[in-house]
Every structure is written in structure tokens, then in C-alpha cells.
């Protein structure tokens, strides 16, 4: 099949495109096509089978290497005010708190300026820059 798509393809290049040439060009790609997609699933159910059976060889090294990230991001103890808390829902409560009290909402500040002191242009008047 490949070999007649290459012999087409340098008919195409001696002579004009046809009709004829083109569609046999499509035919043969659809059936290139589903093969390479009837092989692609012959080995993926063939892989699927052997992994099955023999298991995957990586398996170990992937659970140890997924159990130590797990064991290093784990907060296992959280101190507060000297004292060692171990309880998860407490160590919980503490983080969120502390996050809460660090992105929470600010106290807005009560100092404004009174109208008269904004001049021409939205600039402070020199009068209020004077006192």
C-alpha cells in the first residue's frame, strides 16, 4: 500500500493531478488508516494482558516513591503558645487561622481629608501644604 501511494504520488509530480488518482489516493489511506488503528489496539489489549499477568515491574518504586511525598508533605505536629499538638483536626484549625488572620480583612483606617483641601487638579491646595 505504501509502495502504490508512492507511485502515485510520483505520477502527481510527472503529470497533472486526475480525479482518478485522487481518489484511489484517499482509499488507500482509509485503509492504511485502519490498520495501523486495528494494530494500535492489538498491542494495547496484548499489553493490557501481560501487565495483568506478570504485573508492572515499576510498581514497588512507584507506591514507595508515592508514599515518601506523601510522608513529606504531612504535618505531623504543629506547635502553639509552647505546646506540641498532634491532633489533626487542631493542627487544621491552626493553619486556617493563621491564614485567615494573615489574607483576612484588614482594619480600614478612619483618616480622610476634607474637601476644601483638594485644589485645582486634584492636587492638595498649597494653603493645606502650608500648615
Given at each position: 500500500m505504501l509502495d502504490k501511494l508512492k507511485l502515485i504520488d510520483e505520477q502527481g509530480k510527472e503529470n497533472e493531478w486526475t480525479e482518478e488518482p485522487i481518489e484511489e489516493r484517499k482509499k488507500?489511506?482509509?485503509e492504511l488508516e485502519e490498520i495501523y488503528e486495528a494494530e494500535e489496539l492489538y498491542w494495547q489489549q496484548r499489553?493490557?494482558?501481560r501487565w495483568i499477568l506478570e504485573g508492572?515491574?515499576?510498581?514497588k518504586f512507584f507506591h514507595l516513591a508515592a508514599n515518601?511525598?506523601?510522608r513529606k508533605k504531612s504535618i505531623l505536629l504543629l506547635e502553639e503558645d509552647g505546646e506540641?499538638?498532634?491532633d489533626p483536626k487542631?493542627?487544621?484549625r491552626l493553619i486556617y487561622n493563621y491564614y485567615k488572620c494573615?489574607?483576612?480583612?484588614?482594619?480600614?483606617t478612619k483618616v480622610t481629608l476634607f474637601e476644601a483641601a483638594w485644589g485645582e487638579y486634584g492636587r492638595l491646595s498649597p494653603r493645606i501644604m502650608q500648615s
Open positions: 488507500i489511506e482509509l499489553g493490557g494482558e508492572d515491574s515499576n510498581t515518601g511525598r506523601r506540641n499538638n498532634t487542631h493542627i487544621q494573615l489574607f483576612g480583612n484588614q482594619h480600614q
